[in-house]
């Protein structure tokens, strides 16, 4: 039951994130947004909430010291599972691409605007450590206040940098299954929209409960095991994103979609932490920080140069296995 309860949410958050991406695409693309902000932030934004109601539902419904691990877990899982995970299969993914004549090579030609995503990511994402080194809850407080600001800028920023709208957008599913019955476009979009959150809700809720049960079980830490199949789950919407985009040689937005999400990790997610958790820290969190740093250190990088290669994907890969040695060492 433990395992088919993971499953089950797995499924529910992937279809609702993929329901609510696509209405929020929808309006991007009716509004005329840029592509270098839906890339950077908007898209983020809106793919990011399966993450955050895993680590509302966590602390919430479930609360504790279990609720609250899963809750870090997910914080901090999602940065490590798109640097170590996702990145590799977005270089095999332009691999496939150059081999099926979608794309003229396999490196990734990047906007060199996204300098500042990779920025905010390499200077602040090691606050996610701060909840549990900082017990003084004025300080807390500032800090939290300074990394949503720092958040607000940095939309900003991005706004003013913005690149041409969407052209391609493939239509609200919505509109795709109910085209001939005569209801108004802004109902169903609404009801998309909903359906998309309580599916989100629910899936996260049976993946939190499934997680939980796992680890005490199998006696592994509930912090480490969260770290690595939470965001393995919740990531897979905007990894779906970036891999289309990858093939289409959109390289700017594909990168873009996964580092504008890595900065929210940096920046809102801490933010929250700081106010409403304990947040104590295993070996394993500290051991997927340094992994994220790293491999956005090497990007940051290239960035700087307009072109992503493939030490990227070894980088992260080899981040992935000294995470799981570290996570079998400490059972």
């Known amino acids: 039951m433990i395992i088919l309860s993971m499953i089950i949410g797995f499924f529910l958050v992937l279809i609702g994130g993929w329901f609510f991406t696509n209405v929020m695409e929808y309006i991007s693309y009716k509004y005329r947004i840029g592509a270098s902000f839906v890339g950077a932030v908007l898209s983020p934004i809106l793919t990011s909430l399966p993450e955050l109601v895993v680590f509302l539902v966590a602390l919430l419904i479930y609360g504790g010291a279990p609720g609250e691990d899963v809750a870090v877990g997910t914080v901090i899982g999602e940065p490590f599972v798109v640097s170590t995970i996702i990145y590799p299969i977005i270089f095999i993914v332009a691999a496939l691409g150059f081999y099926l004549r979608y794309r003229s090579d396999v490196v990734l030609e990047v906007d060199k605007v996204l300098m500042i995503p990779f920025i905010v990511v390499t200077a602040l994402f090691p606050t996610v450590l701060l909840p549990a080194l900082i017990n003084s809850f004025p300080i807390r407080a500032l800090i939290a206040a300074l990394l949503l600001i720092t958040y607000l800028l ?5 706004r003013v940098r913005q690149g041409l709208a969407i052209e391609d957008y ?5 509109l795709k299954v109910v085209k001939a019955s005569g209801f108004g476009e802004w109902l169903l979009l609404t009801v998309q929209l909903v359906l998309s959150v309580a599916l989100l809700f629910l899936g996260s809720r049976a993946m939190v409960e499934g997680i939980i049960d796992l680890s005490g079980s199998l006696m592994l830490n509930v912090m480490g095991l969260s770290i690595v199949i939470v965001p393995t789950a919740t990531v897979l919407p905007e990894s779906i994103t970036a891999i289309i985009w990858t093939l289409r040689e959109r390289d700017t937005m594909a990168v873009a979609s996964l580092i504008g999400e890595k900065v929210l990790y940096s920046t809102v997610y801490p933010a929250i932490a700081l106010i409403v958790t304990r947040w104590s820290l295993s070996i394993e969190a500290l051991v997927s920080v340094m992994v994220v740093e790293a491999v956005s250190s090497v ?8 072109r992503l290669t493939w030490d990227v994907a070894v980088i992260g890969l080899m981040g992935y296995v000294v995470y799981i040695l570290t996570l079998i060492h400490c059972v």
């Open 154 to 158: 940095y939309i900003y920023v991005m």
């Open 170 to 174: 493939e239509g609200l599913y919505a």
């Open 299 to 306: 990007m940051l990088y290239h960035v700087v140069k307009g």
